[in-house]
């Protein structure tokens, strides 16, 4: 069982930035493939970005590409999700996942129903 806990939500202006923290219990942590999601009022949760066990793998969605920056502590469990230039269109409740019964790519390829574990999310707003 993995218990995942989400940090650092907050209210910014635009172009700020923010930093999100997912804390994560288990000692198979290093073999789980992390994801971060979003979902904004009214709207369907979405991929946001990815990282490998290792590190090694990332992956971002389109619309935070160049902005966002996921890594991870192993040593720690856990994941980070470094936010700036943030826009209005990012506020939503960001949540952390874990899998780590497949491969990064398989993960990526499957999305959120791949994962196994989430957290209680984090709200991130940003106003205009």
């Known amino acids: 069982q993995v218990q995942l806990v989400e940090s650092g939500g907050g209210l910014v202006q635009a172009g700020g930035s923010l930093r999100l923290s997912c804390a994560a219990s288990g000692r198979t942590f290093s073999t789980n493939t992390m994801g971060w999601f979003r979902q904004a009022p009214g709207k369907e949760r979405e991929f946001v970005a990815a990282?490998?066990?290792?590190?090694?793998?990332?992956s971002y969605a389109d619309s935070v590409k160049g902005r966002f920056t996921v890594s991870r502590e192993n040593a720690k469990n856990t994941v980070y999700l470094q936010m700036n230039s943030l826009k209005p269109e990012d506020t939503a409740v960001y949540y952390c996942?874990?899998?780590?019964?497949?491969?990064?790519?398989?993960?990526?390829?499957?999305?959120?129903?791949?994962?196994?574990?989430w957290g209680q999310g984090t709200q991130v707003t940003v106003s205009s």
């Open positions: 990282i490998s066990g290792s590190g090694g793998s990332l």
């Open positions: 996942a874990a899998v780590s019964a497949y491969r990064f790519t398989t993960v990526q390829r499957m999305g959120a129903r791949a994962y196994d574990y």
